[in-house]
């Protein structure tokens, strides 16, 4: 029997995020997987090296790669969509619950245990640091767009930030005061700082 948990994976790249929004640059679901991953292995490092804490660096970040993998089967339902109405919301959640089933049934069933820890319901403490990661890869997105003269994404912005502070994370503060505005300048500039 073949197993096509991996091919699945591959088609993330086909899968557009912000769909309802002008884009300067596309984004998909495997380069934005990419990133989530990346900040949150640097939030998981902010908050053991700075603030002294034990979070498990290497198991956050494997839930991060995996975090929207559903989405080869869902596609990216924009956050208006999902949440602007309790019924879509409860019903997408379904949706979502199916998806994530029949992705993990094509993993090999000797290694699905695995994959499922990673995939369905991962530990809540962990995943609140890939909600953070994944935050803050959208208000990135938002900053790149507003630098280039794209002002669709300036309320975007200021609700994705204040859902970032609603989380009171320090490591998130430390992010924003340390690293965020470096992708409001161009690259000659991130050069000569």
Not at 12 to 20: F, G, P, Q
Not at 45 to 70: C, K, M, Q, W
Request: aromatic content about 10%; some cysteine; overall charge negative.
């Amino acid at each position: 029997m073949n197993h096509h948990f991996f091919a699945y994976l591959y088609r993330l790249k086909y899968i557009d995020r912000w769909s309802l929004m002008w884009n300067m640059r596309r984004e998909n679901v495997a380069e934005h997987s990419f990133y989530v991953s990346t900040i949150a292995h640097m939030l998981c490092t902010i908050a053991n090296e700075v603030y002294g804490r034990n979070v498990p660096t290497d198991r956050v970040v494997s839930i991060a790669l995996f975090h929207d993998a559903s989405e080869v089967l869902t596609g990216d339902i924009p956050q208006p969509v999902k949440h602007n109405n309790e019924q879509i919301l409860r019903n997408f959640r379904e949706i979502e619950d199916v998806a994530v089933e029949r992705l993990i049934q094509t993993i090999p069933p000797d290694i699905s245990g695995i994959y499922r820890s990673l995939i369905q319901d991962p530990d809540p403490e962990l995943y609140r640091w890939v909600k953070a990661a994944d935050l803050l890869e959208a208000y990135i997105k938002c900053l790149t767009e507003l630098s280039t003269g794209n002002r669709e994404f300036v309320v975007a912005k200021q609700q994705i930030l204040e859902s970032l502070q609603k989380m009171n994370m320090p490591e998130i503060d430390y992010f924003l005061e340390h690293m965020s505005a470096s992708f409001e300048k161009t690259l000659d500039e991130i050069t000569l700082d």
